[in-house]
């Protein structure tokens, strides 16, 4: 029989709807039965693609004798991290302050008034990895509750307070800012730098693009080559290990090696979005198609797999996938991406076999060579080990040719590929990672003159604005999926739209975006602004299921909310960009590492601005002449303004009235460019604007 998941729309909980736990999803019905019953909860949060979450289902949630215990003592209750952060957010809070560490599955035990009083990740059943069982930590805390109640309460109470006190801001102002925060990032960047391998730190190794973002602005800024070196060393690594899908491209979520060889083999979309925006600009640095092309790999793949018939992009693939077609229940770890040397053989035949497996490393035993979980026995998990030179002066032919046979083997393994099980798919579309995936197509529209892309971040902002925007409340909904938009928009989606809707205008030029921009960035300020401490909270006001509003400034995997919506009101000059920065500057002053992404927005506030405003015909190919001038360079702190006509003359003066008096010359392509709105002769040679560009 179904649990109450069964009329959820998340496939997170719905793959838990059949569990004998009975689980309810978040919300008063949980709530009312914990004060009625008088029994925690148990809160188990975690997301549709996460491998120690299916474990944990596996071993616990599935096991009857299991669930009878947790029904009997407890409410249990399921959440999708990825449909409501804020939950996530505030009790993983607590478990990072009370155990030192976090992660998913996220299990955390509250009290019917929601306050925690004990937490951690993933349990083993049993006694195992050094941790405590399942099933003896659950005995444990009900007999605790039975018989020690009143301290639970009061520690549960304690905590909260001491969460809310450590969240209040530290008063501090934007002027106490300056490049030396910079410069103190970028010098822990390069202690931390792994020089061989690429990357910051130590195995595992995630992408966290929000610090190559930091290091290209900081090389634009300073032009300090070290900066540069250690972000392309660390992009050429990623491309080149097992953390790029080499058949399909798409990036895996983390390498769980130093060396970016064994990756833990999920897909998310905030991955693809951000990493292409990573090779992009270092291509508009380098000059160099090698990273362009990973950047088109990856769209394309997202283009293919991770996107709605309606335009929207989907969520999330799988690390696990099914091993054998006969026996689907049984799946394993990259399942779908890995290969036997015998496979190759027989599906490529040689010399071609021998070729594919020189150049990507393949061998006759398999090649994880460190293999703790005995997953990858006998496979071949595909990186790029020898170059196109190396390949052809290995089998003597010449590299156009070597190129050719490869191209050919990829086709032929994609295509074997394709008759296997692919990876569960999370086809929910989230407004947060769907303006990270427009802003990632709009830049790459630019930088690669490619309509295609721009048409895929078109199509995806108009599905979210049809699908999940009430335009009459001006208000954003966080996810959609099978029909139904619901829950209320959060900081990050209302920043990321707004960010995507500012890239957006920069690629086709429609005036409306920049006027929705402005609209859903008031309307941020009316949820989420502190008024008293400056920065934005990561919920509107209102919520009763939530202990507190935090607010979120850590920029990991995604950018955080308050990252973006300083970095949006910056470029938009709006006059809440100042307060906002004094309700930041302690954090960005006492920890810059943590928010790279805010470092951004700080590097952009201590620099000159420059604005590019043309006047000519989107459609004349001098026009197109000029924007591929002004795109193939990387000036983060520089915007370009189109006008067409008189109409957005005038709609866009509104907004920038320095543009009232800007027009064409003789009826040709006309460029004024102007810093800090302080402008230059107009001028209409393409080699003029190429000076004044300098």
Avoid at 486 to 510: N, S
Avoid at 631 to 643: D, G, K, M, Q, V
Wanted: net charge negative; aromatic share 10%.
């Amino acid at each position: 029989m179904p649990n109450h998941l069964i009329a959820e729309k998340s496939p997170y909980l719905l793959q838990h709807a059949h569990n004998p736990v009975d689980w309810y999803p978040w919300g008063d019905s949980a709530f009312e039965k914990a004060k009625r019953e008088d029994k925690p909860i148990f809160l188990s949060i975690g997301y549709s693609t996460c491998h120690w979450c299916h474990v944990m289902e596996r071993e616990s949630f599935e096991n009857d004798e299991i669930a009878a215990f947790l029904n009997a003592h407890f409410v249990p209750v399921k959440v999708d991290r990825e449909e409501r952060p804020d939950v996530d957010r505030i009790y993983m809070t607590f478990v990072q302050a009370t155990t030192g560490s976090g992660g998913w599955p996220m299990s955390v035990f509250l009290t019917p008034a929601l306050k925690p009083f004990y937490g951690g990740t993933y349990f083993p059943p049993d006694n195992r990895y050094g941790r405590p069982g399942f099933v003896s930590l659950l005995q444990s805390l009900a007999h605790a509750w039975a018989t020690d109640r009143a301290k639970i309460d009061k520690s549960s109470q304690d905590v909260i307070a001491q969460l809310i006190q450590q969240a209040e801001p530290k008063p501090s102002r934007a002027s106490s800012l300056d490049s030396g925060i910079l410069d103190s990032a970028y010098n822990y960047y390069r202690r931390t730098f792994d020089s061989t391998h690429g990357g910051f730190g130590d195995a595992p190794k995630f992408p966290r693009p929000v610090s190559l973002n930091f290091l290209l602005r900081y090389y634009a800024h300073t032009r300090n080559e070290e900066a540069l070196d250690m972000t392309l060393k660390t992009l050429r690594a990623m491309a080149e290990g097992g953390m790029n899908d080499q058949l399909g491209g798409g990036f895996h979520r983390y390498s769980v090696d130093e060396m970016w060889f064994v990756p833990h083999f999920e897909k998310m979309l905030y991955d693809q979005a951000q990493l292409v925006t990573s090779y992009i600009e270092a291509y508009q640095i380098t000059g160099d198609p090698y990273y362009a092309e990973i950047a088109r790999n990856t769209l394309d793949y997202v283009m293919r797999e991770m996107t709605d018939a309606g335009g929207g992009f989907y969520s999330a693939e799988d690390a696990d996938s099914v091993i054998d077609p006969t026996n689907p229940h049984e799946k394993g770890e990259g399942a779908f991406y890995v290969w036997t040397r015998q496979e190759l053989d027989s599906i490529l035949g040689n010399p071609h076999a021998a070729i594919f497996a020189y150049r990507y490393g393949m061998e006759t035993d398999g090649n994880v060579h460190h293999d703790p979980h005995q997953e990858f026995g006998g496979k071949n998990i595909l990186s790029i080990r020898h170059s196109l030179e190396e390949t052809a002066s290995r089998f003597q032919l010449e590299r156009d040719l070597i190129e050719a046979n490869l191209d050919g083997s990829i086709l032929k393994l994609l295509e074997r590929r394709g008759s296997r099980v692919r990876p569960h798919l999370d086809d929910k579309i989230l407004t947060a990672w769907n303006g990270l995936m427009i802003s990632a197509f709009a830049k790459a529209a630019q930088a690669l003159d490619e309509p295609r892309y721009e048409d895929a971040a078109r199509r995806a902002a108009d599905f979210v604005l049809t699908k999940m925007y009430d335009r009459e409340g001006g208000t954003l909904l966080r996810r959609y999926r099978d029909g139904e938009a619901a829950i209320p928009g959060f900081l990050d989606d209302y920043a990321f739209f707004v960010q995507a809707l500012l890239d957006l205008y920069e690629t086709g030029f429609r005036v409306s975006d920049i006027e929705l921009a402005i609209k859903l960035t008031d309307k941020i300020i009316e949820l989420f602004e502190d008024r008293q401490g400056g920065g934005f909270y990561g919920t509107a006001e209102g919520d009763s299921g939530l202990v507190m509003r935090m607010k979120d400034d850590y920029d990991g995997a995604e950018p955080s909310g308050n990252s973006i919506a300083l970095m949006n009101l910056l470029r938009l000059s709006h006059t809440a960009a100042e307060r906002t920065l004094n309700g930041l500057a302690s954090r960005i002053a006492h920890q810059p590492v943590a928010v790279p992404q805010m470092l951004v927005a700080l590097n952009y506030y201590l620099s000159p601005k420059r604005q590019v405003v043309l006047a000519g015909r989107h459609d004349h190919e001098s026009t197109r002449a000029f924007l591929r001038k002004i795109r193939s360079r990387f000036a983060p702190n520089s915007a370009t303004f189109l006008i067409e006509s008189d109409e957005t003359r005038e709609r866009l003066a509104k907004l920038i009235p320095a543009t009232a008096e800007m027009k064409q010359i003789n009826g040709m392509t006309t460029a004024y460019v102007c810093e800090n709105y302080t402008c230059q002769l107009p001028v209409t040679d393409i080699d003029k604007l190429a000076e004044l560009l300098q």
